[in-house]
């Protein structure tokens, strides 16, 4: 896909892009938050510190295992629910309470940036609130059905014609998805503030 050049990318997206790549199976929030805030430059809330503190707020509710059976952390350490949660499904993983960890660990507002949530974004305005944030050099994340009817969060690249450019963090892989065969679940998360090179 990197020989595709595309009408619209992310501002210094080769340059910035850590293409950090997913440790837990189902940690794809957090492991794609880090990836905005890697691009942003905070390096100090990655995602073994987000699930470590989802973990201590969720308790014995935080994970289930593959068959959806609840997994008791039973007051764990940091390290202990981190090995536990790396095979194991957050339950409550979503973009909102993900925001909310993040928000009380790092103090984004005193270097001038600004993690913001899009929630129920209408399914015909998703690409263009997308492009919008793309263009406006906002990373963002979304939250797609992909073709073979599994979820998953995405980095958007950029977009070409009707197709949108995407960073997969658990392959770390680059691809290229026709917007029509993508199911989009409503909600973007972005980051705004960033300061470009002139």
């Not at 080769?14 to 905005?36: D, M, Y």
């Not at 339950?91 to 993690?115: P, T, Y």
């Amino acid at each position: 896909m990197s020989h595709v050049p595309l009408d619209l990318v992310l501002p210094e997206f080769s340059t910035r892009f850590a293409r950090v790549a997913q440790v837990g199976k189902h940690w794809c929030v957090p492991a794609g938050i880090e990836n905005l805030l890697e691009f942003a430059g905070v390096t100090s809330c990655g995602q073994k510190r987000q699930v470590a503190a989802y973990c201590a707020k969720y308790g014995d509710d935080a994970l289930t295992t593959e068959a959806g059976d609840q997994v008791l952390l039973g007051g764990a350490d940091a390290a202990m629910a981190i090995a536990l949660a790396t095979n194991c499904k957050l339950k409550h993983e979503n973009f909102g309470v993900f925001k909310s960890l993040v928000d009380d660990m790092v103090d984004l507002g005193s270097l001038g940036l600004e993690l913001e949530r899009l929630a129920g974004i209408a399914a015909a305005d998703y690409a263009d609130e997308v492009r919008k944030a793309i263009k406006g050099g906002q990373p963002c994340l979304i939250c797609a059905r992909n073709p073979d009817n599994s979820g998953h969060i995405y980095f958007v690249k950029g977009f070409v014609g009707d197709q949108i450019a995407l960073f997969e963090p658990w392959f770390r892989t680059l691809k290229l998805y026709r917007l029509g065969r993508l199911g989009f679940s409503h909600d973007i998360l972005k980051i705004a503030g960033i300061a470009y090179n002139p």
